[in-house]
């Protein structure tokens, strides 16, 4: 199977070095401080932000900043084939943990001492490029929630298939086992916050390709941005702020 | 960042460390991008253990296998699993039970590292396909975390892998009749009879951690435990010696700029390729103590100066000085194991490439085992023995002086040490060999003479 | 100045600006912290910085932390010979969704003659207590006090179930049953 035809279409009628189409919504769900929809193709996850509160366990509220708590879940239906997972998965641990890890960097924690900010986040369809879903629809959600953060955060995928660096796997081009790289960043100070690759290339390779995956970052903060933007305008509208 | 017991460090101590990093000094001397000492330990009498010393940090890593059906979904591929421990005695933040994020995160990476990049080959462990394969587990156990456990564990598999053996399988051919057992019966052949094989491996990733301080300029290399405790981030590169890299590991910490890492990961080729220079230097010693060890048990055994011999492509022992039962147990395994030759040497591993020119070791390490002489006869008599001894022991002359500890008193040992450990096999231990060869081929009478054969010092 | 911001963007140089709530400076630059609106409050005229002051004003959530100095509505779940423990329902003007622990402790509970001071005669389970945060106190819960004279229990109810009123800083009486209960009670003029 050719994941490039020779006109230069990948598998879903995209350019090698195009994004799927994002599409965010805010407030979704009412009973938390914040929350966040983020739809890129066809990956569609949610996020919930509760915080900042007390620490549940309040043995684990550090005394100068906030603790990050961040909860990871999927569907039975998100990948094609049903399937029950009991409880956590090493998986979702895994993924749990990197998206903690870009918020860490992310939300000003000296601000908020002794509180907890917890994040849920729910993966309803998963068709590549999850993590990176992950991170965006969390930092939406905080966002959403007021939390003051230092920075957008904005994740994107990209990968290396017949010799050519693609942008924003979708599943099929993931399974094929060849070089993904997820990473996120910080577009206006422009910093890498996180970054996972896996499969083995080349240095050269990678660096083509990670950079690739830079300027997707900074393509879906520019997306994300607009509709934050947009969502605050009508709310200050609404109240007459404006 | 949870509150684990080791990342609690005083302001005064972590301004301390900044401000020596600032001036490219670290606090327990080293340069920025140095390694601490790696030691390394095998054990005597494991064929796949390895403890690794990353300055104080200890890892243990050991390497089982067990013969069973493969998964439904992959009939031919044997498979790798990973297990790490962080035992309470490594450090005051581990507790006992389920095993924790770090756990979790080291077993990843060791994942992502060797199994992920298909560093082992898998295809290799199968032995009847949609039967048996052999399934690797790798158990890691932390014994003193010191800081940077990624590089040690993964250090620590890695020798472990390379150092282990799995006792050879062989599949006698079914159909024709003969055997009473089902179509393909799987022999397990004990190590004394068959050498062990090593497992195959394309290539070698390492992991190499930073520290990343404070705005991402200050950069060290294998952070010790304060160090990490004082540090904003880590990255780990897990780079083969080839300049590939395998994997990239970045769970959140401060940020960098995209130039740094890429400096970062080509620092760690530089690095990874040291690191196994050294991995490689230690297995062969590793390997020669091994062999010697076999020779001494051997020599101790044989009332007559046993020299064994067998040559590249397989066949049996010749135990000179025996006389007629000696050489009927000799023909009925040779006959059997002919069967086999032509299997055996079809595939990857069987003996090493003992060559004129001189034995490799490395070679064995990176599993690439050939048969180098299919042609040879099947016995050798004792003149050719000792000519070939001679040879050897020239070759390893040439190779220099090598540190056979104890034992082996004479030039011969050491030469029929060599031989040995480039051949294949070893002598057919009579209880379990041939009771294995009875269950595939059950023959008659040479059979009877055969099992009233002593062996030699059992 | 009513312009919609996005956290990151670069608003004013330090030089220039005062860096108000919902922004940090970073860089010599201050960028904004939250999305929303941005303001300029101009400098108080007398004052040494005459720098304006630009600010991010969020429409919608906002997060709410008790601080240093914030007075705070609570309500007393229980007494002890030692300290009161109260759940923190409001600050200032904001009502928190999910509540916070705070102890008054027998030293914080009034000024003059702390030290014969009876918790039971001051405090009982479900009286709402005007207090002030004087610390973020130990893991547990935050430290108040109410020894100022408009700090102390604005509103109780009697062994009768009747709301009490004031008759001094120190006593309640219900009007139902005419009995009168000691409590601290804040000065509400």
């Known amino acids: 199977m050719e994941f490039v035809s020779p006109e230069g279409l990948r598998i879903d009628g995209r350019r090698p070095q195009e994004l799927r189409a994002l599409q965010c919504k805010f407030g979704v769900l009412s009973c938390c401080d914040g929350s966040a929809l983020f739809q890129a193709g066809n990956t569609k996850v949610f996020a919930a932000v509760y915080g900042p509160r007390v620490a549940d366990i309040r043995g684990q509220a550090l005394h100068d900043r906030a603790l990050i708590k961040c909860e990871y879940a999927h569907a039975a239906f998100s990948t094609g084939a049903a399937r029950r997972r009991r409880g956590r998965s090493r998986k979702s641990t895994e993924l749990a943990a990197l998206v903690r890890g870009a918020l860490e960097q992310t939300i000003l924690v000296e601000l908020l001492p002794r509180a907890q900010v917890e994040v849920c986040i729910q993966v309803l369809f998963a068709d590549g490029g999850v993590t990176a879903a992950c991170i965006n629809a969390a930092m939406l959600a905080v966002a959403d929630a007021g939390i003051p953060v230092r920075d957008m955060v904005a994740a994107c995928g990209a990968g290396h298939l017949e010799a050519m660096p693609l942008l924003d796997l979708n599943h099929t081009e993931a399974a094929t086992g060849g070089l993904e790289v997820c990473v996120a960043l910080h577009p206006a100070l422009d910093r890498v916050v996180l970054l996972q690759a896996d499969a083995k290339a080349s240095v050269d390779t990678l660096e083509a390709v990670t950079t690739l995956a830079l300027q997707g970052c900074k393509a879906a903060a520019g997306a994300m941005r607009e509709a934050l933007l947009q969502h605050v305008r009508s709310l200050a509208a609404r109240r007459g702020a404006i | ?458 | 100045m009513a312009a919609v911001v996005c956290p990151g963007d670069r608003l004013h140089p330090v030089a220039t600006h005062r860096a108000g709530s919902g922004t940090y400076v970073h860089q010599q630059h201050i960028h904004a912290s939250l999305v929303g609106v941005s303001h300029l409050q101009p400098p108080e005229p007398g004052s040494d910085d005459q720098r304006p002051v630009v600010s991010v004003a969020r429409s919608g959530a906002q997060p709410v932390l008790p601080q240093l100095g914030d007075l705070v509505t609570c309500k007393v779940t229980k007494v002890n010979p030692r300290l009161a423990s109260a759940d923190i329902l409001c600050v200032g003007n904001r009502p928190l969704d999910a509540s916070f622990t705070g102890i008054i402790r027998l030293q914080d509970v009034r000024a003059t003659e702390a030290d014969k001071v009876e918790i039971y005669s001051s405090f009982r389970p479900g009286d709402l207590v005007r207090a002030e945060v004087v610390s973020l106190g130990d893991s547990r819960s935050y430290f108040l006090s109410t020894a100022r004279n408009e700090l102390g229990v604005v509103y109780a109810k009697s062994a009768a179930g009747v709301q009490m009123v004031p008759i001094s800083w120190q006593e309640m009486q219900c009007p139902q049953s005419k009995l009168v209960e000691k409590r601290k009670v804040a000065k509400t003029a």
């Open chain 2, 1 to 458: 960042m949870q509150r684990d017991l080791d990342t609690l460090l005083s302001n005064s101590e972590r301004n301390f460390i900044l401000k020596a990093l600032k001036e490219e000094q670290r606090i327990d001397g080293r340069r920025p991008f140095d390694y601490r000492k790696i030691q390394y330990q095998f054990p005597a009498d494991e064929d796949g253990s390895a403890t690794v010393q990353l300055g104080a940090t200890r890892v243990m890593a050991v390497v089982t296998a067990a013969l069973e059906a493969p998964f439904p979904d992959r009939p031919n591929e044997g498979s790798l699993r990973f297990n790490v421990e962080l035992s309470p005695m490594a450090s005051p933040a581990f507790e006992v039970g389920r095993p924790g994020e770090a756990a979790l995160e080291a077993m990843r990476l060791l994942e992502r590292a060797l199994r992920d990049s298909r560093a082992v080959d898998l295809e290799a462990l199968c032995v009847l396909v949609g039967q048996k394969v052999w399934h690797v587990r790798v158990d890691v156990h932390v014994l003193d975390h010191a800081g940077n456990l990624a590089d040690a564990a993964g250090l620590a598999a890695l020798a472990a892998l390379m150092a282990f053996r799995r006792p050879e399988a062989s599949v006698a051919p079914g159909g024709g009749g003969g055997g009473g057992g089902e179509r393909g019966a799987v022999t397990l052949h004990a190590p004394d009879v068959r050498e062990p094989l090593p497992l195959s491996l394309h290539h070698l990733p390492l992991a190499v951690t930073f520290g990343l301080f404070e705005g991402g300029e200050a950069v060290v290399l294998d952070p010790s435990l304060k160090e990490a405790a004082a540090a904003a981030g880590m990255l780990t590169v897990i780079a083969t010696t080839h300049g590939e890299v395998c994997a990239l590991h970045k769970p959140g910490g401060i940020g960098i700029s995209l130039s740094q890492t890429m400096r970062l990961v080509r620092v760690a080729c530089a690095k990874a390729a040291e690191v196994a220079e050294g991995l490689r230097a230690a297995l062969r010693g590793h390997e020669t103590a091994r062999v010697a060890r076999r020779v001494c048990r051997r020599g101790a055994q044989g009332a007559d100066a046993g020299a064994l011999l067998d040559d590249a492509a397989g066949a049996v022992a010749v135990v000179p000085g025996l006389g007629d039962p000696g050489r009927a147990a000799a023909a009925a395994g040779g006959a059997h194991l002919d069967a086999l030759a032509g299997s055996s040497g079809a595939r990857n591993g069987s003996g090493g490439a003992l060559e004129p020119g001189g034995m490799d070791s490395s070679d064995a390490e990176e599993g690439s085992r050939t048969s180098a002489r299919p042609g040879e006869p099947r016995k050798l008599p004792r003149a050719g023995l000792v000519a070939a001894a001679a040879v050897v022991g020239g070759a390893r002359a040439r190779q220099g002086p090598s540190s056979l500890p104890e034992q082996a008193p004479g030039d011969n040992f050491e030469a029929i040490a060599a031989m040995i450990a480039g051949a294949a096999q070893g002598r057919p231990h009579s209880g379990d060999a041939l009771d294995l060869q009875a269950a595939v081929k059950p023959k008659s009478g040479k059979r009877a003479k055969v099992r009233k054969w002593q062996p030699l010092g059992t």
